[in-house]
T-cell receptor
């Protein structure tokens, strides 16, 4: 049973560029959440997708946007990259968007903005 | 508000016990515990739910004090593989958004 997968593994961009990160949820899961983890910090919630709609959003600017496809996979887009966007971006999937459900994390995409 | 974890770091010898605490200023509905090794994804350990239900799949125990809005993770007879950074993530009722603490770094030495 494949777990959560993310691509690419690493990415280097320059300030002002745009980036797209991809996530495939665990088999049977239809809810995808995205988190940003800065070095030495805990993950910070960006947003969650369920039934192809953004259901919840954390305290992130509109430069961060996403999408969920009919097969439940998801993309995270970040526009006008800033140096402070350098972080590990984690995708987590769950069976349903409820607080009692386990979220399983993927290996993450390490984004470096120069 | 971000939950506060304590201690920030702990160093043990193999076989010793450890307790990691997670405190929140907001009413909690669920507490999720994860362990993350350097360069890897957080791995699920346990969920504690308001009302006492506990879900997990490793030989790790935990408690959830609803009155104090606190949770504690108990690692007994620690093994080298327990090393890593432990995070608690908290959520309110109906909201799956997890708010994570700053982490507790656990080092187990032989």
């Amino acid at each position: 049973d494949a777990g959560v997968t993310q691509s690419p593994t690493h990415l280097i961009k320059t300030r002002g560029q745009q980036v797209t990160l991809r996530c495939s949820p665990k088999s049977g899961h239809d809810t995808v959440s995205w988190y940003q983890q800065a070095l030495g910090q805990g993950p910070q919630f960006i947003f969650q997708y369920y039934e192809e709609e953004e259901r919840q959003r954390g305290n992130f600017p509109d430069r961060f946007s996403g999408h969920q496809f009919p097969n439940y996979s998801s993309e995270l887009n970040v526009n006008a990259l800033l140096l402070g966007d350098s972080a590990l971006y984690l995708c987590a999937s769950s069976l349903a968007p409820i607080s009692t459900d386990t979220q399983y994390f993927g290996p993450g995409t390490r984004l470096t903005v120069l | 508000q971000q939950p506060v974890q304590s201690p920030q770091a702990v160093i043990l010898r193999e076989g010793e016990d450890a307790v990691i605490n997670c405190s929140s200023s907001k009413a909690l509905y669920s507490v999720h515990w994860y362990r993350q090794k350097h360069g890897e994804a957080p791995v699920f350990l346990m969920i504690l739910l308001k009302g006492g239900e506990q879900k997990g799949h490793e030989k790790i125990s935990a408690s959830f004090n609803e009155k104090k809005q606190q949770s504690s993770l108990y690692l007994t007879a620690s093994q080298l593989s327990y090393s890593g950074t432990y995070f608690c993530g908290t959520s309110g009722q109906g909201a799956q958004k997890l708010v994570f603490g700053q982490g507790t770094r656990l080092t187990i030495n032989p």
